[in-house]
């Protein structure tokens, strides 16, 4: 069965500085890879999303950048967190268009 | 970015009563899914929609796809108190994505 790691959980780090936050997929090969953000009891928004190693698009322009490089790994960085920058990141993956979504367990970022 | 927008947002009722949830935007999407999503969690599929004017039942829940695949519906019947959470529609276009709505806290009331 395929399961999804997303760590760490929470996460409280300093205006100015860098973020990796990471996300592996097991049991399945070529997902579609997805990073979200969730502002407080609101919806998600989508920051980026992969169809295959190394192609990644980005919906959002911000302060944040993505990779994947490997099959199941998408990693979300920053070379500098602002304060807007908090909030609930959801990594998900999913076989592809039309299909359910699987969500990690998110990570709670709170920039100070 | 497609925008859907959800409403009410915030919606609070006694159990037993009827409710209805809109997920509306000017795309048009190849399919739509419902999710609900519990405090701290990630969000878990409901159902996907994929044709247009497709209405899809579970137990108490009735979804809808409008007929110009921009919009749906989620309708509960006799809300229970294990119905209360966020509610969240999403819509896939043709480029892999999945966007999702802005969310509609539903409390359900014993």
């Known amino acids: 069965s395929q399961t999804i790691h997303q760590w760490p959980a929470t996460l409280v780090q300093p205006v100015g500085s860098p973020l990796s936050l990471e996300c592996t997929v097991e049991?399945?090969?070529?997902?579609?890879l997805y990073w979200y953000r969730q502002a407080a009891g609101r919806g998600l928004q989508l920051l980026f999303y992969?169809?295959?190693?190394?192609?990644i698009s980005s919906e959002v322009p911000q302060n944040l950048s993505a990779s994947r490089p490997q099959d199941r790994q998408f990693i979300l960085s920053s070379k500098k967190l602002l304060l807007s920058d908090s909030g609930f990141y959801l990594c998900?993956?999913?076989?592809?268009?039309?299909?359910?979504?699987?969500f990690g367990q998110g990570t709670r970022l709170t920039v100070v | 970015t497609q925008l859907l927008e959800q409403s009410p947002q915030f919606l609070s009722i006694q159990e037993g009563e009827n409710l209805t949830v809109y997920c509306n935007s000017s795309?048009?999407?190849?399919?739509l899914q419902w999710y609900r999503q519990e405090p701290g969690e990630g969000p878990v599929l409901l159902v996907t929609?994929?044709?247009?004017?497709e209405v899809k039942k579970l137990k108490r829940l009735t979804f809808q796809f409008g007929d110009a695949r921009k919009d749906s519906s989620l309708h509960i019947t006799a809300a229970q108190p294990g119905d209360t959470g966020l509610y969240l529609c999403?819509?896939?276009?043709?480029?892999?994505?999945?966007?999702f709505g802005t969310g509609t806290r539903l409390t359900v009331i014993p």
């Open positions: 998900a993956w999913s076989f592809g268009l039309n299909t359910e979504a699987f």
């Open positions: 929609v994929v044709t247009g004017g």
């Open positions: 992969s169809v295959g190693i190394g192609q």
């Open positions: 999403a819509g896939a276009t043709g480029a892999n994505n999945l966007f």
């Open positions: 049991g399945t090969s070529n997902p579609n």
């Open positions: 795309s048009v999407f190849s399919s």
